[in-house]
């Protein structure tokens, strides 16, 4: 077996990675069954991966369906400076997704701004006054040609045609527009840590039945507002 250590994955781990994009929710045995292993042996290359390869299973709202402006943001930093504004980035709501390039001098992030309000606080307002921030580059997202709920494993093409069809969750019927309300924030922001969370952690989270918690994220999953995501 291929080493973490050495950034290659073995077959089983793509095979995995990909089920998981598929069904992000899927449990050990579903995932053993369909790649041939045992739930053991899932899980502990499960266990294996987060803890060596960064895995995260987490929920994403699709800016896209939900109407929502997407910008790609790239901040030069002063020397030193680039993992405090980072790390504030990251604690905004509408901060989707951030990573360090050039060395740690640049952040790349994704925003998501919900209105124009949003958009004009962080680029006009907070970043060009913030004395770490040396450069501002901001493009918007115009079109997903990849990627998003589609995944980008696939291409791998590690799982055949019946693997995917019994990973992928029966279809729910149309739930009509993607649309997330203030009392689905509770929900999601347990599935934005840990798209796995078990029914019982979003119980506690929402005060709601179990049902009503699968009726739910079932209905946001359905409707495009939300997927489930590796990263």
């Known amino acids: ?6 950034d290659t ?10 089920a998981l994009e598929l069904n992000g929710r899927a449990s050990f045995s579903r995932l053993g069954t369909v790649l041939g292993a045992s739930d053991q042996t899932v899980a502990r290359r499960y266990r294996r991966l987060t803890a060596e390869a960064g895995l995260r299973v987490v929920a994403i709202r699709d800016a896209e369906r939900l109407g929502q402006d997407q910008w790609m943001l790239r901040l030069r930093c002063a020397p030193d400076n ?4 980072a790390d504030a980035l990251a604690k905004r709501p509408d901060t989707a997704w951030i990573g360090l390039a050039s060395g740690g001098t640049e952040i790349v992030c994704l925003t998501r701004p919900r209105s124009p309000g ?5 680029l006009l307002g907070k970043l060009p006054r913030t004395p770490s921030v040396l450069g501002i580059r901001a493009h918007q997202m115009l079109h997903r040609f ?3 709920p589609t995944g980008w494993l696939r291409r791998f093409k590690v799982l055949a045609d019946d693997q995917i069809a019994a990973l992928l969750p029966a279809p729910e019927p149309p739930s009509g527009l993607a649309r997330i309300h203030p009392e689905d924030e509770a929900l999601i922001a347990v599935l934005e840590r840990d798209g796995r969370a078990g029914y019982p952690e979003l119980q506690r989270a929402t005060g709601r039945s179990e049902s009503a918690v699968k009726r739910r994220l079932a209905s946001l999953i359905g409707s495009g507002a939300l997927y489930i995501d590796i990263e």
């Open 118 to 122: 949003d958009y004009d606080d962080l």
């Open 146 to 148: 990849y990627g998003g």
């Open 9 to 18: 994955l073995d077959r089983l781990d793509l095979q995995l990675l990909t």
């Open 1 to 6: 077996m291929l080493e973490m250590e050495s």
């Open 82 to 85: 680039a993992l405090t504004v």
